[in-house]
Every structure is written in structure tokens, then in C-alpha cells.
């Protein structure tokens, strides 16, 4: 089945530095990918959409400059968390579907927790 | 706005017990909707639904939609410690990008 690897699981940084997640598509390769983030207790809230060779499309409220996005193949979308902040702490998780698949088939990483002290 | 809404929002239950999940959606353009299960790290995938009234069966889940009233239920019997867990439900909206819009999940807690 598809698996999608996501790196790292977990990271500690100080306040003002930037942290990259990587998310990689193993066996398939995704045009687009999605950026989740979900505080404790709460559900998923889509930050971005990753579009291999384009820009990332941002949804409201998302800082593109502070969340910076960069999808080069169509195996592999980072999401780099600049100048990070304690508020910025949180777990992070990406998915991609197959290009050209259903619905069906969004996979999920196993998510990054970040924490910024 | 398009919205996905759970409920309960928790539910503590003991071994054996049947639990019913809801999830009611008001999307635009709606072509189905998902079922994931939580643990601790990413969502695993359930079900998806996509026409009212059929229900979708895995060993003791089973799902079904109702595209009328716009919700859908996720039940569990007989349940194990092993199905603690947050259940999300999602639907893909935007057009063409396809992306989920969750809803708030339901933390389900089965004790011995």
C-alpha cells in the first residue's frame, strides 16, 4: 500500500531558529500534498496545499512567510517553520494521494511534533 | 462555509459496549466522506462513503451515510481497549485540489 514518511517524528528547537519537516511519498508519487496541523485535543486543520513545481496555496490565516513550503519532486513537499516560536509548537502531519487517485487513497505521515522553548 | 461537525465530542465506554459515532457535514458540491481513525501519530483510514444507505462493514465497524440529512454514523460493537482512540471524520472539498476538511473528532475511551 501506499507510505508516506514523514521526518522528523519529533524536535525540540529554541525560539528564533527554523526547523524543515520533510514528507516523502515511498512508493508513489503525489502531485500534491497537504500540510496538517493539530493542537492538543483538536482536529486536523489544513495549513497548505504542496503542488509539485508551483506554489503552495495557503489557506486563510496561515502566514506563508512564517510556514514556508516547497514541493521540488513528486515524491518529496518540506515544510520549513521559520523563526520559530513557542506558539509555533505543535503536531504537525502530512498526507498526499497518488496522483490521479480517489479519494480513497490519502495517506497519512506519522507526524512531526515540534516544540519551541 | 463548508463544515464538519462531530459528536460526541469524548465517550468513556467499558469493554463490550456498543458505541455510535456522528458526524454531520454541510459541504459544498459533496462527493463523500471519509472515516479515520487516531491513535497516537497519524490517521489510519476506515471507510468512505459516497451513497446514502449502504453500509460499509469492517469486523466490528460498520458505517453508513445519509446524504438527505447530511450526517453519518460510525459504529462500533463489542468494543476492545485496542479501539481507544480519536475518530475523525473528513469530506473533500475545494474543487479540484481535493483537500479534507475535518471534522472536530470524537476521543473514544474503552475501559476493561
Known amino acids: 500500500g501506499a507510505v508516506v514518511s514523514q521526518h522528523p517524528s519529533r524536535v525540540i528547537c529554541k525560539s528564533g531558529t527554523s526547523v524543515k519537516i520533510e514528507c516523502r511519498s515511498l512508493?508513489?508519487?503525489?502531485?500534491?500534498m497537504f500540510w496538517y496541523r493539530q493542537f492538543p485535543k483538536q482536529s486536523l486543520m489544513l495549513m497548505a496545499t504542496s503542488n509539485e513545481g508551483s506554489k503552495a496555496t495557503y489557506e486563510q490565516g496561515v502566514e506563508k512567510d512564517k510556514f514556508l513550503i516547497n514541493h521540488a519532486s513528486l515524491t518529496l513537499s518540506t515544510l520549513t517553520v521559520t523563526s520559530a516560536h513557542p506558539e509555533d509548537s505543535s503536531f504537525y502531519i502530512c498526507s498526499a494521494r497518488p496522483t490521479g487517485g480517489s479519494f480513497y487513497g490519502y495517506t497519512f505521515g506519522s507526524g512531526t511534533r515540534l516544540t519551541v522553548v | 462555509e463548508d463544515k464538519v461537525v462531530q459528536s460526541p465530542l469524548s465517550l468513556v465506554v467499558h469493554e463490550g459496549d456498543t458505541v455510535t459515532l456522528n458526524c454531520s457535514y454541510e459541504v459544498t458540491n459533496f462527493r463523500s466522506l471519509l472515516w479515520y481513525k487516531q491513535e497516537k501519530k497519524a490517521p489510519t483510514f476506515l471507510f468512505m462513503l459516497t451513497s446514502s444507505g449502504i453500509e460499509k462493514k469492517s469486523g466490528r465497524l460498520s458505517s453508513i451515510l445519509d446524504k438527505k440529512e447530511l450526517f453519518s454514523i460510525l459504529n462500533i460493537t463489542a468494543t476492545q481497549t485496542g479501539d481507544s482512540a480519536v475518530y475523525l471524520c473528513?469530506?473533500?472539498?475545494?474543487?479540484?485540489?481535493?483537500?479534507?476538511?475535518f471534522g472536530t473528532g470524537t476521543l473514544l475511551a474503552v475501559q476493561p
Open positions: 512508493d508513489f508519487q503525489a502531485t500534491t
Open positions: 473528513a469530506a473533500p472539498y475545494g474543487g479540484a485540489t481535493n483537500k479534507l476538511i
